[in-house]
């Protein structure tokens, strides 16, 4: 079956980075496209930033652009989420996406 497994969170400070990873498996890696979402306390989940199949095309959150980077590793059917410049409205717990399953999430607090 389908799993998910993030990792790479923590707390930081603001301005600060952080690289979360997100390692799948059961399923052709190489041939979906993924996703990382992020839910903050008391909010719906929201769409970070996907990535095709090939890792040619990628696309954000408005909130996002230019500071986050996704990327994937077919090889090692991993995907990535760069975070730079943290702002503290970016805690949240942030899963990984494919095929409608999601992994278990990795909390990110930004904080002083």
């Known amino acids: 079956q389908v799993q998910l497994v993030e990792s790479g969170g923590g707390l930081v400070q603001p301005g600060g980075s952080l690289r979360l990873s997100c390692a799948a498996s059961?399923?052709?890696?190489?041939?979906?496209?993924m996703r990382w979402y992020r839910q903050a306390p008391g909010k719906e989940r929201e769409l970070v930033a996907g990535?095709?199949?090939?890792?040619?095309?990628?696309s954000y959150a408005d909130s996002m652009q230019g500071r986050f980077t996704i990327s994937r590793d077919n090889a090692k059917n991993t995907v990535y989420l760069q975070m730079n410049s943290l702002k503290p409205e970016d805690t949240a717990v942030y899963y990984c996406n494919a095929l409608h399953n999601w992994g278990q999430g990795t909390q990110v607090t930004v904080s002083s």
């Open positions: 990535i095709s199949s090939t890792g040619d095309v990628t």
């Open positions: 059961g399923f052709t890696f190489s041939s979906y496209a």
